[in-house]
């Protein structure tokens, strides 16, 4: 528990409460702080930060992020949620470099999955997907899964890491073995084909978006999964894979992304999949957002994914 101790607990207001018997709220059932962490099946993480966005010479603000996705999902309904013990931890202290971030959140996410817990990882930047799949990778049953629900691939050559880098950083590095590496809802116009030979040379699995909804995006993806031989998987929904008619808070807006409905579909597939042990949502940027389309969207899908693990 000491891990846990530096961590900044969430803010109260964020926990809408209704105080109606009637119409309880996920406000009124999650824990903060590391009070409820022993005895939750679920955790809550945080990393408020942009700044590998900024790197990757995006458009600030997903910083923001994590605020954004509490304050949504905390006023949606308990249905099926009353008796899941969730805890939220609150945030990875972000007052210094990218790379002392990522360590302190690495080390709480290993402990987390360590413990055996689900771990809901919110950004932030899709640079999270680093300290999370290193955490996957060294607490979680081997041979670890990593899915990148994207439109981009995640494996610029850059130097110093980036919101772009993330999963060459964990397959350079060892961590991430590439053959157990899958893009879902690629799009060929925003990724470099130097990227597309180094994956393909390394026997990753890219998925574009097109082809996926040849049989429907979740079914191609648990079609995958019913062949595949990993112990445990990791998750990162990159909130850019949607088409920005439906989320436009994000930092790279996409016009031709994946519909809200398919994106739901596959937080529900990564809830029910028992091999699960972290799902992580980055990029939105509430900045950005209009009516909080993109927020709404986030926490709607950590709802169904949460009613799903629920009903395992």
Known sequence: ????????????????????????????????????????????????????????????????????I???????????????PICDLGDVPVDSDLETIHAIHRAVATQIIADGKLLISLGGGND???????????????????INVDAHYDVRADQPANSGT???QLIEAGLIDPRRYWVVGAQPHANSPVYNAYLRERGATMITLSAARQH???ETVQALLAESDAAS?????????????????????????????????????????PRTRVIEFSELNPL???????????AVAIWYALAAFAGR
């Open 288 to 298: 950005y957002d209009i009516d909080d389309r993109a927020a709404r969207l986030v």
């Open 216 to 218: 429907g995006v979740a």
């Open 233 to 273: 998987i990791g998750w990162g929904f990159d909130l850019d894979v949607v088409q920005s008619a439906e989320a436009p808070g994000v930092s790279a807006p996409n016009p031709l992304g994946m519909r809200g409905d398919e994106f739901v579909a596959l937080a529900m597939l990564a809830g029910a999949e």
């Open 166 to 168: 993330p999963y060459r």
């Open 1 to 68: 528990m000491n891990l846990l101790r530096q961590l900044i607990p969430p803010a109260s207001d964020l926990f809408y409460r209704r105080d109606d018997p009637n119409d309880r709220r996920l406000g009124e059932v999650v824990i903060p702080g590391s009070a409820g962490y022993d005895s939750a099946t679920v955790v809550i993480l945080g990393c408020p930060q942009d700044l590998g966005v900024q790197r990757n010479r995006g458009r600030p603000g997903a910083a923001q992020g994590p605020t954004a």
């Open 128 to 146: 999270i997907s680093f300290p999370d799949m290193a955490a996957l990778a060294a607490s979680g049953p081997s041979p670890a899964l990593a």
């Open 70 to 84: 509490r304050r949504c999902l905390y006023r949606l309904g308990v249905a099926g949620l009353a008796d899941l």
